[in-house]
């Protein structure tokens, strides 16, 4: 089997029904008048092992021989493959062996072990893991369960479309999050089988610009840390890059800002989680609002597994590129009181604060002059712009940190 069909996906579907959550696709009007297209989600993340790998991976693992389910299975992934073959390799009495790179995010190293897989930890990308992978493969027998280059594994990855037809069968445009190649892949097939008037817009991260480069015969740089680790692939497919070349009418490649923008629409707009490949659809439409307004867009958060602690500072360097955080420096003689009369003014410019540093060991002031940055919580920008000016008017000459101000933490 290595040509995938409509024919194909639809045995898959079959296959997984009743042992994969049938997700829903549901209206998105928050993100809609975010970006000014008509926004459907399809909640991936809502799967077991919260992402749409479960697809692929059952209906590989459920074509196993009986030898090969004995001496068991072997993966590489960046984590939701990882997680998936454990999860449903555990379900089925299948040994499974996950090489993952070290960054791989510790909520999908924890979750991966949880579902009884041995895990070995191996290079900083998904292409030394690969290596490794078949290295530990032909050494103890095991059946490689490739995350994307695979057409059961495609197959699988497609039942996604026909789920997202039958919710929302109008869809202008699928805009799907790209990695090896393998969900694009199988929605494609299914989708233009369905409805060959429908457009498939495929997105990478712009530090990992895979298919970008091989379609266009580009050579952009590739590699760097982004917070898609979930889509961060160096090696395109050999199965999927003649799909997405034929079925795909676009690549965008978003940058890191517009996917931190993206987990955070998720999160505080639809109150869902999405990790940053997850995410990488609703950057598209961010990076290139006028390509989808008024176009009925559906969007695949492929993924929600993502580390709290980084969600956190995701939504709080959100608040402060809108200036709802604001961090100001104010450099000044030090006399006592000075930081009750300073809480004091903020609280009548109804700014809250949220953090105070006070140091008084500055070699480039004079020894009576202490330094204070206040971070305190705002309405909006304009708001912020407020604080300010009082502050300048009261004399005290604040200084912005951040957004090209003053390194918070320098001197």
Do not use: C, W
């Given at each position: 089997m290595n040509r995938v069909s409509l024919d194909d996906i639809r045995a898959a579907a079959t296959l997984i029904a009743g042992q994969i959550v049938r997700t829903p696709t549901l209206p998105a009007p928050a993100l809609s008048a975010l970006t000014g297209a008509d926004v459907v989600v399809k909640y991936e993340n809502m799967q077991a092992t919260g992402?749409?790998?479960?697809?692929?991976?059952?209906?590989?693992?459920?074509?196993?021989?009986?030898?090969?389910?004995?001496?068991?299975?072997?993966?590489?992934?960046?984590?939701?493959?990882?997680?998936?073959?454990?999860?449903?390799?555990?379900?089925?009495?299948?040994?499974?062996?996950?090489?993952?790179?070290?960054?791989?995010?510790?909520?999908k190293v924890q979750n991966t072990k949880a579902h009884g897989a041995r895990v070995i930890l191996h290079g900083e990308t998904l292409s030394e893991a690969q290596t490794e992978c078949r290295a530990v493969a032909d050494a103890e027998g095991l059946t490689l369960v490739?995350?994307?280059?695979?057409?059961?594994?495609?197959?699988?990855?497609?039942?996604?479309?026909?789920?997202?037809?039958?919710?929302?069968?109008?869809?202008?445009?699928?805009v799907v999050p790209i990695g090896g190649g393998g969900l694009i892949s199988g929605i494609a097939i299914a989708a233009k089988a369905l409805r060959p008037d429908i457009e498939i817009i495929g997105v990478e991260a712009a530090m990992f610009p895979s298919f970008w480069n091989a379609l266009r015969a580009a050579a952009l740089p590739i590699g760097g840390p982004t917070l898609a680790e979930g889509i961060a692939v160096k090696n395109v497919g050999a199965l999927t890059l003649p799909v997405v070349g034929d079925l795909v009418s676009d690549i965008i490649l978003v940058g890191e800002p517009e996917i931190e923008r993206a987990v955070n629409a998720f999160a505080s707009l639809q109150r869902t989680m999405a990790e940053g490949a997850g995410a990488a659809g609703l950057a598209a439409l961010l990076a290139q609002p006028d390509r989808f307004r008024g176009r009925r867009v559906g969007l695949v958060l492929c993924g929600g597994n993502i580390d709290a602690r980084l969600l956190a500072a995701i939504m709080v360097r959100e608040l402060e590129r809108q200036d709802r955080i604001v961090t100001i420096r104010l450099v000044m003689q030090d006399r006592p009181g000075l930081l009750g009369r300073l809480a004091t003014r903020l609280g009548e410019l109804d700014a809250n604060i949220l953090e105070v540093s006070h140091r008084r060991l500055m070699l480039d002031q004079p020894a009576r002059n202490i330094c204070v940055d206040i971070a305190v919580e705002t309405r909006d920008a304009q708001h912020a712009g407020a604080i300010m000016a009082a502050l300048t008017a009261d004399g005290l000459s604040p200084l912005r940190l951040g957004q090209g101000g003053a390194d918070p933490l320098g001197d």
């Open positions: 992402a749409f790998k479960e697809r692929g991976a059952l209906v590989r693992l459920s074509a196993l021989t009986t030898d090969e389910r004995r001496r068991g299975v072997i993966a590489m992934s960046a984590g939701n493959h990882a997680q998936a073959v454990a999860y449903h390799a555990r379900r089925l009495g299948v040994p499974a062996t996950i090489v993952m790179p070290v960054l791989t995010p510790m909520v490739h995350p994307y280059d695979d057409a059961r594994i495609i197959a699988g990855q497609g039942t996604v479309a026909l789920e997202m037809l039958e919710d929302a069968p109008d869809l202008d445009v699928l």
